[in-house]
Nanobody, 115 residues
Framework: QVQLVESGGGLAQPGGSLRLSCVAS????????MGWYRQAPGKQREFDAR???????TYVDSVKGRFTISRDNAQNTVYLQMNSLKPEDTAVYYC?????????WGQGTQVTVSS
């Protein structure tokens, strides 16, 4: 059973940056497309970005040009570089495989964007 541990969230000002990390407990991570998801207060969890095993990336329009997903298979880690943050990016961020999100969800990492 893969366990996912997200970190790197915090408080950022509008226009600021954060880098999120997600470490998977097993090397089976390397054969999976991985994604980042967010859940804002009172809303359903939604998809933000994904990365294929070969490094191809896909983003939803709302984060395109601002967020960058990357991965380090040797470290079983996927990253989300978040730039030009907006208040509407405030949410708990999770990683999981994509597009099925078939691993158990981790605890997520809180991102708050506020002045």
């Amino acid at each position: 059973q893969v366990q996912l541990v997200e970190s790197g969230g915090g408080l950022a000002q509008p226009g600021g940056s954060l880098r999120l990390s997600c470490v998977a407990s097993r090397s089976s991570f390397s054969g999976r497309w991985m994604g980042w998801y967010r859940q804002a207060p009172g809303k359903q969890r939604e998809f933000d970005a994904r990365i294929t095993t070969s490094g191809g990336t896909t983003y939803v329009d709302s984060v395109k040009g601002r967020f960058t997903i990357s991965r380090d298979n040797a470290q079983n880690t996927v990253y989300l570089q978040m730039n030009s943050l907006k208040p509407e990016d405030t949410a708990v961020y999770y990683c999981n495989d994509a597009p099925m999100a078939s691993f158990p969800w981790g605890q997520g990492t809180q991102v708050t964007v506020s002045s």
